[in-house]
């Protein structure tokens, strides 16, 4: 494959008129209305912020804050974005659970080259699906995502969708100390368990947080977990909240219950019937308080549940005719401590992806044939949660042998302790793609393969 690391300028006059040829093209057929393109000029760049009062934290941000700027876009419209490096050190951007072609997908030597400091790097994809996605690097993920460059990214629904309100709730668990130092993003001992965690809990980079809702609205809640580690187990007690998407697709609306869990990399759009005005309600990880829902006095006449969002365009597996593959995620037996390379973990299938070896990519762990249909076998064979992710492609959750499943499309799903589910997915885009554990220690301890669809 050939790499892009820069590209001219001359180059990107053309790309309006290469997005209008390509309207259309794969997976949007519906709609004949010319897509436009939204365009944004994105910077990395360190930035201090203010996460303990009175102190500053050295953060990377994209536009100048962490997490980074909410970048949108709108179903079968084209997203266009010159990403610039002013770090000093080399970078990519995926955009995770975008369904895109390769070149765009960010993955260093797999996709492109490394964005190094000072250059730029231009990524345009027609926005498919609608829904909460978001985009972070995939290169020196620990420290780089750690230190704050993780941004959400909102593909609107091509019609109205009926929520009249939303809000955006970005959680991240710093790895920072009482002063706003920067602890270890990565601690062997913890990566070779849960994760090694952060101590600060924030929601758009603000820890506990109370967030103004308008009283009598129904709320749409988009809560993207793009954290390292932490699984949030969330809850909103008293509340009447009903759950419109998983991770950007939709289902057919359900009360959140008791609790829902939510691994790194996942979103969950919760729709919330805002109580009458001066009423408070928590927003928790388990028993901890992450933000106050306030209901504050709205001249709005009272708002009703909004019907459930359009599905995306996602091709259905046939399970009748699906080939069967199987992955097993375990804790590798021997560990690799030489001078230089990374401690291995983690392995798949019995391999352990070297994130220092850059031909790991040309091994691919499986190959798929394009546009056959395949259901995967996963097994967790340790006692750790394991939010596996798949770049490219959505698929089909189907089954569990620990909970009952009620099918639904995803790019991550939270593979529980000892649990083996099945997923399916018709392998539509070709290339060579990431199939990885999102908690970000795992992933860069061997949790990671390349699935090439040809
Ligand atoms: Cu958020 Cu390789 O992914
Ligand atoms: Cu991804
Ligand atoms: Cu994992």
């Known amino acids: 494959m050939s790499f892009t690391r820069r590209q001219i300028l001359s180059g990107i006059a053309g790309i309006g008129v290469v997005g209008l040829a390509a ?39 994209y536009g100048g804050q962490a997490p980074g700027v909410e970048l949108r876009s709108r179903q079968g419209d084209w997203l266009r974005v010159r990403f610039i490096n002013k770090l000093d050190e080399p970078t990519t951007i995926h955009w995770h659970g975008i369904r895109l072609p390769l070149e765009m997908d960010g993955v260093p030597y797999v996709s492109q ?4 400091p000072g250059e730029y790097f231009d990524y345009q994809f027609k926005t498919e699906d609608a829904g909460s996605f978001w985009y972070h690097p995939h290169l ?20 109205p969708s009926g929520f009249q309100h939303e809000r955006t709730l970005s959680l991240k668990t710093w790895h920072i100390d009482e002063e ?38 129904v709320v749409r809640l988009r809560v993207i977990n793009l954290d390292n580690t932490v699984t949030y187990r969330l809850n909103m007690p008293g509340a009447d909240v ?47 308080r992450l933000a106050t829902l306030r209901s504050i006095a709205s001249a709005e006449s009272a708002g009703n549940w909004p019907a459930a969002l359009p599905r995306n365009p996602v091709p259905e597996p046939d399970l009748s005719k699906a080939e069967t593959l199987s992955f097993k995620f375990e804790w590798a037996a021997t560990l690799v401590n030489g001078p230089g390379r990374p401690s291995n973990y983690w392995q798949i299938n019995g391999k ?8 790991c990519a040309d091994r691919p762990i499986a190959t798929l044939k394009k546009n056959g249909h395949y ?15 798949l770049h490219g492609m959505a698929f089909k959750v189907i089954s569990s042998d620990r909970k009952k499943i009620i099918p639904y499309f995803t790019d991550t799903y939270l593979l529980g302790k000892n649990e083996t589910a099945r997923i399916a997915l018709v ?27 040809a």
């Not at 259901?375 to 992710?389: C, G, K, S, T, V």
């Open 242 to 288: 009903r759950i419109y998407a998983l991770d950007g697709h939709p289902i057919e609306p359900r009360e959140l219950g008791k609790e829902y869990w939510l691994g790194p990399g996942m979103r969950i759009d919760l729709a919330l019937k805002v109580p009458e005005a001066g009423q408070e309600l928590p927003l928790r990880n388990g028993p901890l």
């Open 427 to 453: 392998a539509d885009n070709p290339g060579v793609w990431m199939f990885h554990c999102h908690v970000i220690d795992h992933m860069e301890t061997g949790l990671m393969a390349a699935i090439e669809v």
């Open 375 to 389: 259901i995967f076998e996963l097994r967790n064979m340790a006692q750790y949660l394991h939010p596996i992710h």
């Open 23 to 61: 309207g259309g093209a794969r997976y949007w057929l519906a709609r004949v209305a010319a897509p436009q393109t939204h365009d944004y000029e994105l910077i990395a760049a360190p930035v201090d912020i203010e996460l303990v009062a009175g102190h500053s934290t050295p953060a990377w941000g």
């Open 352 to 359: 352990a992806w070297d994130i220092q070896d850059k031909t």
């Open 180 to 217: 706003g130092a920067f602890t270890a993003f990565s601690v062997p001992r913890e990566a070779a368990r849960e994760g090694t965690r952060g101590r600060l809990s924030t929601i758009n980079g603000v820890p506990a947080p109370t967030l103004e809702l308008p009283a009598g609205q």
């Open 140 to 159: 020196s993920s620990a420290e780089q995502l750690g230190r704050g460059l993780v941004g959400p990214l909102i593909v609107e629904e091509r019609e």
């Open 113 to 116: 080259l490394p964005v190094l």
